[in-house]
């Protein structure tokens, strides 16, 4: 176990972060513990940010996760990092303080991606969401009821946004250049079931399409102009093109880190540009970039709620000096609640070669798409079907033979194989 006085400091202030300081607690690390966040605000949970606050059901301030005051730790909100010498072992604030460190948990995790205009991202009425305060003020200009919504992207928190809006009543428009919605991360023939899905629910959907610039007056929006020359009139865009790992803190540092993420052994400790591990540091959640035994080896950067709390404890226990044991491959989950569509998924479809329908009907919004690579299943999907998906995450853990084979209640007489439409 690490001696009393040694210090440990947690970079970040999210989920991962939280459970990374309560698993060094319980393995026994009784030193000094400080948590440096970039944002005003204790850990709070962010799955309900895109659902329950956006709809009004509960206020973005009553996402505060619990357990925050028992973790006896040094708390530096709105104060961020901005670099780190490992020389002086040593976080550097933005206040021009150090934060010396015997143990470093680096758990800073992502941000949203910004419209590329940066004047046109600052404009009134335009969003994005990934913060608490993102969502609250979201969530206002919702209820003022804006004449229509323009979402400006078709992945998991573009379609949560725009199913939103139409369980509130409010025109929308979703905008995005690939084939269909959720092409990238489910390919386009499982995105094009649920994209028919939301179309049936009155989102109206332009997919191959992109947005050139954005048009204001008197600097708040009023249309966005598209590519192709048409023009789509609204007084509320969501910027939803994806997440930026914060990991600029660390230039100079000597790690190995860049916009894919912070490197990281087995066990969880950091590289260095070297490609050594540094004993001292681990990290978690968003940010850190590992190779996962599920993938043979893939190095990969997970943006999943459950991946960030099971990751967190594995390092807190590791920075603690509990021997690693196992590498961490916990099987990747995720869920996606869109209007009233449920969406979870087991696995990670990156690479995939085929996919089928093995359970229920696309055409009745409720089935089962599992993913196979090389003969092997590597992913499985379910909307609406959550009560299927354990037994398919258990061919996704076990690595099973694709496609599956056997007699299953409500399973397609003869499973169609499809191309997953990856570009």
Not at 9 to 20: E, H, K, N, P
Not at 110 to 123: F, I, M, Y
Not at 232 to 250: C, F, K, M
Not at 262 to 270: I, M
Request: hydrophobic content about 45%; some cysteine; overall charge neutral.
């Amino acid at each position: 176990m690490a001696r009393t006085s040694e210090r440990a400091v947690i970079v970040g202030a999210g989920l991962a972060a939280l459970r990374g300081a309560e698993a060094m607690r319980a393995a026994g690390f009784s030193g000094p513990l400080a948590v440096i966040g970039a944002e005003p605000h204790y850990p709070y949970d962010r799955p309900p940010l895109s659902k329950h606050v956006l709809a009004g059901a509960i206020p973005a301030d009553a996402t505060t996760l619990p357990g925050i005051h028992g973790l006896d730790a040094d708390w530096h909100l709105g104060n961020p990092a901005i670099g780190l010498d490992r020389g002086r072992r040593a976080v550097l604030l933005a206040d021009g303080r150090d934060l010396p460190y015997d143990r470093l948990l680096i758990a800073t995790g992502t941000r949203a991606r910004p419209w590329p205009n940066p004047h046109e991202g600052r404009l009134a009425g335009v969003f994005t969401l990934r913060g608490r305060d993102d969502a609250a003020a979201l969530r206002r200009a919702l209820a003022a009821g804006p004449r229509r919504v323009l979402v400006i992207g078709g992945g998991f928190i573009g379609c949560e946004v725009a199913s939103l809006c139409r369980k509130l009543g409010l025109p929308v428009t979703l905008v995005e250049p690939g084939p269909t919605p959720l092409a990238r991360v489910l390919g386009s023939t499982v995105g094009a079931f649920i994209g028919a899905i939301h179309a049936g629910h009155g989102v109206e959907i332009r997919c191959g399409a992109e947005v050139e610039w954005l048009e204001d007056a008197e600097g708040r929006l009023v249309r966005a102009h598209l590519v192709d020359g048409s023009r789509i009139d609204a007084d509320v865009a969501v910027i939803a093109l994806g997440a930026v790992r914060n990991t600029e803190w660390l230039d100079g540092s000597g790690l190995s880190a860049d916009p894919g993420g912070v490197d990281c052994d087995a066990s969880g400790h950091v590289h260095d540009t070297d490609g050594q591990t540094d004993p001292r540091i681990a990290a978690a959640g968003d940010v850190a970039r590992f190779s996962h035994p599920l993938y043979e080896g893939r190095r990969v950067a997970l943006e999943h709620w459950s991946h960030a709390a099971a990751q967190a404890v594995h390092a807190g226990r590791l920075l603690a000096g509990t021997p690693p044991g196992e590498p961490y491959g916990a099987l990747p989950t995720f869920w996606s609640t869109q209007g009233d569509l449920v969406v979870k998924s087991a696995g990670l479809t990156e690479g995939a070669d085929a996919v089928a329908i093995t359970q229920g009907d696309p055409a009745a919004g409720r089935f089962i798409a599992l993913y196979g690579r090389a003969g092997r299943c590597i992913a499985a999907l379910s909307v609406d079907s959550a009560r299927w998906l354990p037994a398919h995450a258990e061919m996704v853990a076990a690595g099973a033979p694709f496609p599956p084979h056997g007699a299953a209640a409500d399973r397609p007489k003869a499973i169609k194989i499809l191309e997953p439409g990856f570009s």
